[in-house]
T-cell receptor, first 114, second 114 residues
Framework: DTGVSQNPRHKITKRGQNVTFRCDPISEHNRLYWYRQTLGQGPEFLTYFQNEAQLEKSRLLSDRFSAERPKGSFSTLEIQRTEQGDSAMYLC????????????FGEGSRLTVL | AQSVTQLDSHVSVSEGTPVLLRCNYSSSYSPSLFWYVQHPNKGLQLLLKYTSAATLVKGINGFEAEFKKSETSFHLTKPSAHMSDAAEYFCVVSDPGRGNKLVFGAGTILRVKS
């Protein structure tokens, strides 16, 4: 079991550029979550998928953000026209649906927008 | 809506002394509560969870937490701190009506002095 994998681990970009992050969940997990964590704060929920269906999006997820999970396996989070306020750690987690238990987190993708 | 409040942003203890990290929760129904730990440059890791079974929950690395409904608290304790316990700790509540997404507190940074 390789756990939840996120790529890239670090991304530095200029304001206005587009960035994409990838998350590979634990293989048998059908739920996948994206969170954002800024300095000094706890992770904030962005969105989650059950299989390929995106079931909820936070109001934090502006229309510049889009997430997909096309085959119910890996997921991508794209940020268009990045702004300095997008600088944060983007965390991915996975779990089994119907199980009130832990989420398994990846190590995160850190975005710095210059 | 579910929420948690971590009462201390920083806690400093000496190695070998007890640890107490405080958390209060707000929930409209019987909550599932968790403590996660985040070491520098590492992913979030589950320490322990409460899901309406025993009110005293034991976790990894000697940590435990007690669910007190009358006080709406879920404080994390450890009898004797170790240097390796230095990390950031998050109290978390699950929202079962919304895909079991986790709602995080702001975090408590634990410093362990030698």
């Amino acid at each position: 079991d390789t756990g939840v994998s996120q790529n890239p681990r670090h991304k530095i970009t200029k304001r206005g550029q587009n960035v994409t992050f990838r998350c590979d969940p634990i293989s048998e997990h059908n739920r996948l979550y994206w969170y954002r964590q800024t300095l000094g704060q706890g992770p904030e929920f962005l969105t989650y998928f059950q299989n390929e269906a995106q079931l909820e999006k936070s109001r934090l997820l502006s229309d510049r953000f889009s997430a997909e999970r096309p085959k119910g396996s890996f997921s991508t989070l794209e940020i268009q026209r990045t702004e300095q306020g997008d600088s944060a750690m983007y965390l991915c987690a996975s779990s089994l649906a119907g199980y009130t238990g832990e989420l398994f987190f990846g190590e995160g993708s850190r975005l710095t927008v210059l | 809506a579910q929420s948690v409040t971590q009462l201390d942003s920083h806690v400093s203890v000496s190695e070998g002394t007890p640890v107490l990290l405080r958390c209060n929760y707000s929930s409209s129904y019987s909550p599932s509560l968790f403590w996660y730990v985040q070491h520098p440059n590492k992913g979030l890791q589950l320490l322990l969870k409460y899901t309406s079974a025993a009110t005293l929950v034991k976790g990894i690395n000697g940590f435990e937490a007690e669910f007190k409904k009358s006080e709406t608290s879920f404080h994390l304790t450890k009898p004797s701190a170790h240097m390796s316990d230095a990390a950031e700790y998050f109290c978390v509540v699950s929202d079962p009506g919304r895909g079991n997404k986790l709602v995080f507190g702001a975090g408590t940074i634990l410093r362990v002095k030698s």
